[in-house]
């Protein structure tokens, strides 16, 4: 909203600076946003909040100023003179859409002579980035731009059948706005009609066929309310807000709907001539039930932490346009709220409107905010423990968006096989369907990367996914499913990002406590390479494993599709299923002081056993004195150990808490290990 | 035998003590240590040795005292001789490798980075755990209540347009879903799950169709807090808001708040704090206003409180002096690595 000083001294006379009134507004709850030098006038563009639509008039904004000045408001009260003939002879006003259109007025004026405007019309509507366009539509403007209340202006020879009717529009229907567009309406708008076709888009925009022009002589002016939603509707939908729109959408003044009719008139007569029907024709009735609020006489202190004097509180509102009503009790208050201010209807809004004209810099800094203890949630703590390993192993953290294109949101999920859910609008452009992992947009950051000659960005983050559950499943608390994840891509191979993921859960206490363990088993999924990926399974004593992760090297597809260039590991964990470690106690296992003994291993086994189960058989022959049990060196040689084999060099570190370990009883739990190992995987000691 | 003078004794003693420290402080080679040590402290014919003899022939009533400077001197001398060895080893290891380029370069430590953004989170949830707000987390789908009933945004709120939301395709029932559009939400989860006194803060990914440019992003974090406490007034906001400011911006800020207008809070404020000689708006704030206390059961006569709202983007990019939010989001590591 753009105000004129010189428009405003109309309603108010404030002392001081331009900027001193500016300060004084922003301070009371009219932002400033700019202060323009024009002519001899100065344009001060101030923010109003959706709440005060009252403010959207030159006069509301005066009240304001009077208010917070001390001084008096002088607001018109337009009497125009009526003349021969009757207004409800030339038209007649059907309302069919009550719930959209509350009340509709018409004044009718005859004989009027089109043309250009005085100078301080011009010239006021300048200074508010208005351009004139002629007598009849700049009055609609000015009184638009005075109290709050759009106006339409209509050529009433162009009115066909000497009605007007305010209905909703027809699916489909086709309208020619002012600005000769033709726009097709939709069953939300609403639309002024006469006995034939619409005639203007109600509250937003007037119709080309009855715009006032040069050789117009009837005018009919129109003065409505209309809901805000069908204004919306038509104003968003079509992509037509006007002042008129945006004005009926936050809702004016009803009050105001036979002011302005009657200051519109008294305006058209003095600058365009012509005679004025008797009478308005009036549909509808105005929805106007103002307030009637009680204020306890320590309520305002007790919002506040401050007091305002009741003489004070009492000025404050009746300066506002709140009246005072006797009330029972010398305790109570009763306040009646002006029909302008429909934002008012319980005690804590009278609190606000005297805190904001008293200002907010009364209330204290100085309150005393007792202590309280506070915890890290279980989910806080497992978040910044994983970043905080990653970050530890040279990682940054990214950011991308949650929701992605169609053939990113293609990528199989390892969460789940719904399909991905689409949103409207798009996030942006393309992007209209939530991920259900992180992993395509950490690739396609990195292939950023590698755009612009950056090859080494190895990148995580920790956001969520999104998973429509299963209709089996669709009483559940939400139909969507958010998992907590943490996500990485890396340079690299499989043994890198798996030495990560185990980092993150060795992070977070997986594997310290003797009740979990980490499973990994072969994974075949995209974006990772046949043959390369594993999912990871977490074992917790006494429940089923369940799936917290996926790991593997990107597939040479992936790798072109996104350009990453050289080859690329990739991992993706649930950190909502890994959240309980959190709370896992941490108890100290005391380091024994007693010497290591090292003993190395050469284990013969059969191509395809897995490292894993060679480790799970050591492990349970050796029994607690195994420290560490380290893979030192695969080899493979047909010559020297047959085909289809391979070796294994182990190193076991030996220690017991019961005193040093001798030779005998190192080469005792070798020997256990060697045997188990034969039993398990068929393994060979090799001399 | 005359009896040795316990001066004179010590005066030997401090002689020996002198030659010895300078002659091995000279020593250069093994040799000269050996020659060094047999001298001083040789067991047979060393001067130490020598001296020891002459102990006997001190006063009985001087013997402890004589006894003590002997031992005083010998460890004196030990030590020097240890020195002096540790020095000849060291000089012979060095002496093996040749001199270094000090100017080339160090083993690179790959040093990984946190998001500007987290970093600005964590210091907003650090600040306000000191005052006792705990951070909590909640969904981003959302549903009608949450993201607007409860928090007193009505049907014909033009908040709630269907084009300034993102709707999804699927919904609970007749109740369509969308992407949260504030973190209220979790406050009201919150409140709706325990009772008051409450300290909260809410933080996350909120998303709102603007078109990408310089200062908007159709996704963005928020972080909110909530106080609701019996007796709570605009008093405890605005000194939260200041202490909030001091410690965030440092040292002593001005921060100003201005009447402002939120569905959830009444009386409501935009918060300003001066930076760099400009107000600079920081976040909304505001009493958190009886209809949405009474919409997650509380009573509003019992209780009040306050909340307030920060947009993290906004901050961290006055913080870094980023001039285009977008950068938060195209993971350039050219970017991230300078966090």
Known sequence: MIISTNWLADYVQVPGTVDELDARLLMSGLNHESTTRIGDDTAVEIEVTSNRPDCLGHIGVAREAAVLYGRPLHVPDPRPLEGAGDASKSIAVEIRSPEICPCYTARVLRGVRVGPSPQWLVDRLATVGMASVNNVVDVTNYVMLECGQPLHAFDLSRIRGGRIIVRRAVEGEPFTAINHKVYTLTERMCVIADAERPVALAGVMGGADTEIGPGTTDVLIESAQFAPLPVRAAARGLVLASPSSYRFERGPDPAMVDWASRRAAALVLELAGGVLERGGVVAGELASAPASITLPAGRVGEVLGVDVAALRQEAVLTGLGFVGEPAAGSQLRRWRAPTWRRDCWRDIDLVEEIARIEGYERVSEDAVIAARPVELSSREVTVRRAGEVLVGAGLCEAMTRSVVTEDFAATASPWGDTPPIVIAPPLVRGADRLRRSLLPSLLEARGGNVAVGVDDADLFEIARAYLARPTAVENAASPVEEPLLVSFVVGGDFARAKGLADGVCAGLGIDRDGGTRLVYRPLLLDPFARGRAAE???????????????????????????????????????????????????????????????RDVNLVVAESVPWGDVVDAIRSAAGEVLEDCRLVQVWQDAERLGAGRKSLVVTLALRSGAGTLSGEEAGRVVDAVVAECGRRVNAVLRG | ???????????????????????????????????????????????????????????????????????????????????????????????????????????????????????????????????????????????????????????????????????????????????????STVQIRVMENREPPLRIVSLGRVYRPDTADATHYPMFHQVEGLLVEPGTTMAHLKSVLRLFASSFLGGDVRVRCRPSFFPVTEPSGEVDGEWGGRWVEMGGAGMVDPAVLEAVGYDPDAVSGFAFGLGVERIAARRHGVDDIRDFYRNDVRFLRQF
């Open chain 1, 536 to 598: 990871i399974l977490l074992e917790r004593r006494g429940e089923p494993a369940v799936r917290i992760g996926v790991v593997g090297e990107v597939s040479k597809a992936a790798t072109g599709r996104f350009g990453l260039g050289a080859a690329v590991a990739a991992a993706e964990l649930r950190l909502d299923r890994l959240e309980f470690t959190a709370s896992l106690e941490r108890r100290l296992v005391k380091p024994i002081d007693f010497p290591a003994m090292q």
């Open chain 2, 1 to 183: 035998m005359t009896a040795v003078p316990l001066d004179s004794f010590r005066a030997d003693l401090e002689r020996l003590r002198a030659d010895a420290e300078a002659a091995l402080i000279a020593v250069v080679d093994a040799a000269a240590l050996e020659a060094a040590r047999v001298e001083f402290l040789g067991a047979r014919s060393g001067r130490l040795k020598a001296i020891q003899k002459s102990l006997g022939g001190l006063e009985a009533a001087d013997k402890p005292a004589g006894g003590k400077h002997f031992n005083d001197a010998k460890n004196a001398i030990t030590a020097c001789l240890e020195a002096a060895q540790a020095r000849l080893a060291g000089a012979a290891g060095e002496a093996e490798a040749a001199p270094i380029d000090v100017t080339l370069p160090g083993a690179t430590v790959p040093l990984g980075h946190f998001h500007p953004l987290t970093r600005t989170i964590r210091r907003v949830q650090e600040i306000m755990g000191r005052l006792g707000f705990e951070s909590v987390d909640g969904p981003e789908v959302e549903d009608q209540w949450h993201n607007f009933e409860a928090l007193a945004i009505s049907a014909e709120h033009p908040a709630r347009d269907p084009l300034d939301n993102f709707y999804l395709a699927v919904a609970r029932g007749a109740d369509p879903l969308l992407l949260r559009s504030q973190t």
